[in-house]
């Protein structure tokens, strides 16, 4: 293991100096701060704290930590990277960058101050730019469930647009051709796949995409629920429902049955699973499914090995595919569409007419 000296030997400057960048002390011009933390990844320095040097891997999120809404997809991950951890003898930690990290330190500097020896990132559209800055600086991270074209940039994700289109042309094949979607309004890639598979699979099919069949918005039961009563309301109603996230999903499902509403017999639905939710509801959920377990044990070994055989700047650009599972909440389209059951004022203005 790399030692202070060690580093300041290789690069022809004091140890105080190396100390100084560790410690982000404003006395070290920046060519010289940039030489210490390029030999520092490079060759995997940590601290030691007593005599023990850390073994300590971070499940980090740059933006705002994840919120229940997500479902069950970061639990199912962080099962995955606590198992890959295990086999590893590492630990880990979750940290919050935003609201830890000082304006004036490096995340190189951030990270090794924390304990950490590698990171495992989280992604969302808004925070790819912080991302790419983490993997310029040749800190040891991967990034989990997003794609980057960034060669610096290691990541491991599940593609959901094969499945997704399958999902799709499986609700056209059954016959429906007022097919919904319901789209969680976080911007990240595996959410832009769902969207651009709904659409080619329309558009193949010689079908219009009605921006009255699409809604965005949080990931919640409420949502889903909100989303069957504004697809039942139309004047033309949805005569199947596909919606990118396991929550929404329930939350149909719930309104489907406080409505009276036969899934499937008069409302087809699919739904995306991270884990075993489609096994929690009945009929069976049809799904797309992925395994979020399996991309954080995937995670977890990789980035561990790359640490300890000093390979950190080996590349990881894995895909995991997604599949479709049909099971007992699509059918044929109905011959009579379910509506929203109409309020007594309606009722009343049709009587007085």
Not at 15 to 38: G, I
Not at 224 to 253: H, K, R, S, W, Y
Not at 269 to 295: C, E, I, N, Y
Request: with cysteine; proline share 5%; net charge neutral.
């Amino acid at each position: 293991m790399a030692s202070v000296r060690a580093i300041a030997a290789q690069l022809n400057v004091s140890p105080a100096t190396v100390s100084r960048v560790l410690n982000n002390h404003p006395d070290v011009d920046e060519a010289t701060r940039e030489r210490v933390l390029s030999r520092i990844n490079e060759l995997g320095y940590v601290p030691r704290i007593g005599r023990r040097i850390t073994n300590v891997i971070a499940l980090a999120y740059p933006d705002e930590p994840v919120r229940s809404e997500y479902g069950a997809f970061e639990p199912a991950l962080l099962s995955g990277i606590m198992r890959g951890l295990e086999e590893q003898q590492f630990d880990l930690k979750l940290l919050s960058i935003r609201r830890d990290k000082s304006p004036d330190e490096t995340y190189t500097q951030f990270f090794i101050r924390k304990g950490i020896r590698g990171v495992i990132l989280r992604c969302f559209r808004n925070n790819r730019s912080t991302i790419c800055r983490i993997a310029a600086e040749g800190f040891p991270s991967l990034v989990v469930a997003a794609e980057f074209d960034e060669p610096e940039v290691n990541f491991i994700r599940a593609d959901s647009y094969p499945s997704s289109r399958q999902a799709v042309e499986h609700l056209l094949s059954l016959g429906h051709r007022r097919i919904a979607l319901a789209m969680h309004n976080v911007p990240d890639s595996d959410h832009a796949d769902r969207r651009r598979a709904y659409d080619d699979a329309l558009y193949c099919a010689g079908i219009k995409l009605d921006p009255a069949l699409v809604m965005e918005l949080p990931a919640s039961l409420s949502s889903g629920e909100q989303v069957l009563d504004t697809m039942i309301g139309l004047d033309d109603p949805a005569t199947a429902i596909f919606a990118t996230n396991p929550m929404t999903t329930l939350g149909i499902m719930r309104r489907a049955q406080e409505r009276g509403i036969d899934v499937p017999a008069q409302m087809s639905v699919v739904g995306v699973d991270d884990s075993d939710v489609r096994t929690h509801v009945w009929p069976r959920l049809s799904a797309v499914t992925q395994d979020a377990s399996a991309l954080g044990l995937e995670a977890a070994l990789w980035l561990t090995q790359a640490i300890t055989t000093n390979k950190s700047r080996a590349a990881c650009r894995r895909t995991i595919a997604t599949s479709f599972e049909v099971n007992g909440t699509t059918g044929p389209v109905a011959a009579k569409s379910a509506r929203r059951p109409r309020g007594s004022a309606e009722k009343h203005r049709e009587s007085a007419s």
